[in-house]
T-cell receptor
Framework: SQTIHQWPATLVQPVGSPLSLECTVE??????LYWYRQAAGRGLQLLFY??????ISSEVPQNLSASRPQDRQFILSSKKLLLSDSGFYLC??????????FGSGTRLTVV | SQQGEEDPQALSIQEGENATMNCSYK?????LQWYRQNSGRGLVHLIL?????REKHSGRLRVTLDTSKKSSSLLITASRAADTASYFC??????????????FGQGTRLTINP
């Protein structure tokens, strides 16, 4: 079966510290992968997407970066977190014809 | 940028009643999707309706699509406490490299009162 794993579930980090969020998918190959961010009580905004290993596209300019070192691994990073990076981060992959599957999310609080 | 708006932003009903949420969008679409998000959790795909479909059912869910009005509605019949969640509509847009992305509305917060 196809599943998506995202961790950690919650994270509290000080301003200026680095960030690494990881997402892995199982049961599919060469998926399109996505990182979304959700501000409190709001809809989701696409941050990055990837159509293959090493291929990263950014939707909005920001303090974050993404990498895809393996086919089913997608990583969201920052070298120095800002207060404005706080939010709920969701990884997703597209299941062709059946919608998108989302991970359980990471609640990031920058203090 | 957000594709459209959900209406209402919040809805509170009694258990057993029907809940209707509406979504409007701005551009032409290939399909429209509805998702549910329980508090603090990831999104769960509920239903996908294609642009050439007018109505679709899945269990207690009924989705309609009116492409002439660029609007969709989600009806949940015989609501249950477990239906309490936020509901989002989303449309797909094309990206470079042949990929697509989901563009979400702001969501409707549904509360089912026992």
């Amino acid at each position: 079966s196809q599943t998506i794993h995202q961790w950690p579930a919650t994270l509290v980090q000080p301003v200026g510290s680095p960030l690494s969020l990881e997402c892995t998918v199982e049961g599919t190959s060469n998926p399109n992968l996505y990182w979304y961010r959700q501000a409190a009580g709001r809809g989701l905004q696409l941050l990055f997407y990837s159509v293959g290993i090493g291929q990263i596209s950014s939707e909005v300019p920001q303090n974050l970066s993404a990498s895809r070192p393996q086919d089913r691994q997608f990583i969201l990073s920052s070298k120095k977190l800002l207060l404005s990076d706080s939010g709920f981060y969701l990884c997703a992959w597209k299941n062709t014809g059946y919608g998108y599957t989302f991970g359980s999310g990471t609640r990031l609080t920058v203090v | 940028s957000q594709q459209g708006e959900e209406d209402p932003q919040a809805l509170s009903i009694q258990e057993g009643e029907n809940a209707t949420m509406n979504c409007s969008y701005k551009t032409s679409i290939n399909n429209l999707q509805w998702y549910r998000q329980n508090s603090g959790r990831g999104l769960v795909h509920l239903i996908l309706i294609r642009s050439n479909e007018r109505e679709k059912h899945s269990g207690r869910l009924r989705v309609t699509l009116d492409t002439s009005k660029k609007s969709s509605s989600l009806l949940i019949t015989a609501s249950r406490a477990a239906d309490t969640a936020s509901y989002f509509c989303a449309t797909e847009r094309g990206l470079i490299q042949g990929a697509q992305k989901l563009v979400f509305g702001q969501g409707t917060r549904l509360t089912i009162n026992p």
